[in-house]
């Protein structure tokens, strides 16, 4: 029987390329000379730290422009607002992955309601769809394209 896993994940070896990128230029960018401004990465967030707010935006400019060029999708990033402590202000920025609870319900929801023959099943942090037909398979990954998620998903492990 067909079937495939929907999926959200990002490369965190590419996540790394692309900080230590943005934060190379910022080192060597004119406007950020004798300023602190830096990127630190701890696992799946981002942290900045700035003079002023007004950097912060750059860096994070920066930032999606590398994040881009490395095939990381931008939809997963997740802001955080921006702290001012002393003189340095701060922003963390979350990279999203994994299907949380709410959003797997809400894809096997509109698997459900579009009725075709395939089984969705919520397994872990992805979604399994299953049908008898390939036809039907590739008509729910158009659906789910169509459909206006808030996080980039990925069809992997299609089997036949």
Known sequence: MP????????????VSN??????????NRFDFKGSKADFSLD??????TSE???????????LYAKLSKRGVDIGCVELGKVEQAGKYAHQQITLRHGIDSDLARKIVKLVKDAKLKVQ??????????????RDDLQQVIALLKQAELDLPLQYENFRD
């Open 52 to 62: 002023s707010e007004f950097q912060l935006q750059q860096m994070l400019d920066i």
């Open 120 to 133: 969705a099943a919520i397994q872990g942090d992805k979604v399994r769809i299953t049908g008898k037909k």
């Open 3 to 14: 079937s495939f896993d929907v999926v959200s994940e990002i490369d965190l070896h590419e």
């Open 18 to 27: 692309a900080v230590d990128q943005a934060s190379r230029e910022v080192g």
């Open 43 to 48: 696992g799946h967030v981002v942290t900045m």
